[in-house]
């Protein structure tokens, strides 16, 4: 059960829509099933001598009142929405349930608690099945304002508890750190255009992506208009600096002709710009010249990074660990966009499903991940990608998607956990497509028998707890490759098993050798190094680092919900 609580100024057009035909004719049988006063609120949906007018002028009785006081000026935002919607596959609510639930809702927000004479006057208008729209004027009978503090995650929380009353599917929780869902005007909009996603949903992955990518704020601004984005920034009256930020996809306009306009805030909580200035480092460090080693460090840097995410996920800095999330977030869009076909469609969807991951109500430290953040934007413009190290990167994501949604559950972040388990399903169908192939050209290239007999050798050596499930492991053979590769690049193969089994436990993989190829293949070449020092800067436009959308950005005019209160 969902309630989505809003607020705005206009009574009578709201309650057009909500005993109108509705955007598409699909309003049926509009009627009142709960109010502050059944016998005192006209019903246009069941009594023809009703009328728009003489309900809204029976709810507006206390805010006329104060407007008379405060000389013709009436209260801001003085009417309260909220939508309250069933789970698909929920069975159907009768009147008096929905009777029921409106008056609980109306309780817990502080809009009218049980045996409140001097309470706001509301009604709830059931003109669906599955949902009822609850509307309130927020001035009481004694002319204050009602205390309606943190009201969204009241309604949110009474909910939880009626759907487990009343035998219903019970959502997740919420902690009001997800961003707006696309509105029913936006969806039909994106509906009749063709498109698979509304202009509020293509604009967030758009800025997810730049953001993920560019290195100052003046970048981030640039690259999307480079991207045929509309920007408008709103400046400080005294300081002239940018206190905000608006966005438009092209051609998205509404029925005048004009842009229409989705602010940072609006779009994602994180895509605000304050958040946003949190996570771009300044400018010094974006001077500093980018991209000088050898291409395949830019990928061993990322790993490295993310194995250190993963201690700070292990760790009690709450606050690091959740800038981790921030910084993986950024990292798997420009995996994705660093990373060839087949399997970029998988890593594009993480990203997506990430995102509601990357954030909770924990204040992050994002300079905790300044690594993981710098690694993953030298990432977005790697020349090219480096065979294995690419599958070892998508390796080590893997993981780390399983051990945010970990994280989450621990602390009750239902939604974040199980957004960071759809990211890690998709992360696995995407590595496990390019992994395939991988090993078995690695088997197909063992060497000789003498040779993986040695490592067998040290294999029981180094790990003699984990050898026999090593040694059986299907992908043992790609194993003795990659081993023979690495003592060609001056390791020492014993040593070098003691060490990357010590990154991470081995006694929950399944495929320990597997787990141990990729890492090994992380490892950077020891005889080498002046090869890498004489790797030259690559130019790069900011926008071409950025993965494009399947679909294009919704065009046309704005189909809007008039008279709706938002």
């Excluded at 990518?213 to 300081?239: C, M, N, W």
């Excluded at 909580?269 to 400018?283: A, C, G, K």
């Excluded at 710098?374 to 780390?400: C, D, M, R, W």
């Excluded at 290239?445 to 993986?452: D, G, I, L, Q, V």
Aim: a positive charge; proline letters at 7%.
């Amino acid at each position: 059960m969902v309630p989505d609580v809003s607020t705005g100024s206009d009574s009578r057009g709201l309650i057009a829509y909500l005993f109108g035909p509705g955007r598409r004719d699909e309003h049926t049988n509009p009627h009142i099933v709960a109010a502050w006063d059944l016998a005192g609120a006209p019903d246009p949906g069941r009594d023809p001598a009703a009328t728009y007018s003489q309900l809204a002028k029976r709810l507006d009785h206390h805010v006329d009142l104060r407007t008379r006081e405060l000389g013709g000026k009436k209260p801001p935002q003085h009417v309260w929405h909220c939508p309250v919607r069933t789970a698909p596959g929920d069975r159907y609510l009768t009147d008096a349930e929905w009777a029921d639930v409106a008056r609980r809702v109306v309780h817990a927000t502080g809009i009218a608690p049980d045996g409140d004479e001097k309470a706001c006057r509301w009604i709830a208008v059931r003109h669906a099945d599955d949902h009822i729209h609850i509307m309130a004027t927020t001035v009481r009978a004694d002319g204050h304002r009602p205390r309606t503090h943190q009201d969204g995650r009241r309604a949110q929380a009474e909910c939880r508890r009626i759907e487990t009353e009343f035998g219903l599917r019970r959502l997740k929780p919420g902690d009001l750190t997800a961003p707006r869902t696309p509105t029913g005007a936006e969806r039909a909009k994106a509906e009749r255009q063709g498109q698979t996603v509304t202009a509020r949903q293509w604009l967030r992955e758009r800025a997810y992506a730049v953001a993920a990518a560019v290195h100052t704020e003046a970048d981030y601004f640039t690259v999307l208009q480079s991207l045929g984005i509309k920007v408008k920034t709103r400046l400080g009256p005294e300081s002239g600096d940018v206190i905000g930020y608006s966005l438009a996809a092209p051609g998205d306009t509404n029925t005048a002709g004009e842009p229409v306009w989705y602010g940072g805030s609006k779009l994602a909580p994180d895509l605000s710009i304050n958040r946003l200035r949190e996570r771009l480092p300044d400018q010094e460090m974006a001077d500093r010249p980018r991209f000088a080693g050898d291409p395949a460090e830019l990928w061993q840097h990322t790993i490295t990074a993310i194995q250190t995410a993963h201690i700070a996920l292990d760790s009690d800095d709450d606050a690091a660990a959740q800038a981790h999330l921030a910084a993986f977030g950024d990292t798997l869009y420009n995996i994705a966009s660093a990373t060839p076909s087949p399997h970029r469609a998988e890593l594009r969807a993480a990203a997506s499903a990430f995102n509601r991951a990357r954030r909770s109500a924990t204040r992050a430290d994002h300079q905790a991940a300044h690594a993981l953040r710098q690694a993953a934007k030298e990432l977005a413009y790697a020349s090219n990608e480096p065979g294995g190290l690419a599958i070892a990167l998508l390796f080590a994501t893997v993981h780390l998607a399983r051990a945010v949604a970990k994280w989450h559950e621990q602390r009750g972040h239902e939604q974040q956990a199980a957004a960071a388990y759809e990211a890690f399903h998709h992360l696995q169908a995407g590595y496990e497509q390019a992994a395939a192939p991988a090993l078995a050209e690695l088997a197909h290239r063992a060497p000789r028998a003498a040779t993986a007999s040695r490592f067998e050798r040290d294999v029981r050596a180094a790990l003699p707890d984990h050898a026999d499930r090593i040694l059986a492991d299907p992908a043992w053979t790609a194993l003795t490759t990659t081993l023979a590769q690495a003592e060609t690049a001056g390791h020492n193969p014993r040593r070098l098993l003691t060490e990357v089994s010590a990154q991470r436990e081995l006694d929950s993989a399944e495929r320990p050798a597997e787990v141990l190829t990729w890492r090994i293949t992380a490892q950077p070449n020891r005889r080498t190094p002046a090869a890498r020092s004489r790797s030259t800067l690559r130019s790069v436009s900011p926008a071409s680092a950025i993965i494009r959308p399947p679909t294009s950005p919704p065009i046309g005019n704005r189909s809007e919900e008039r008279g709706r209160s938002r």
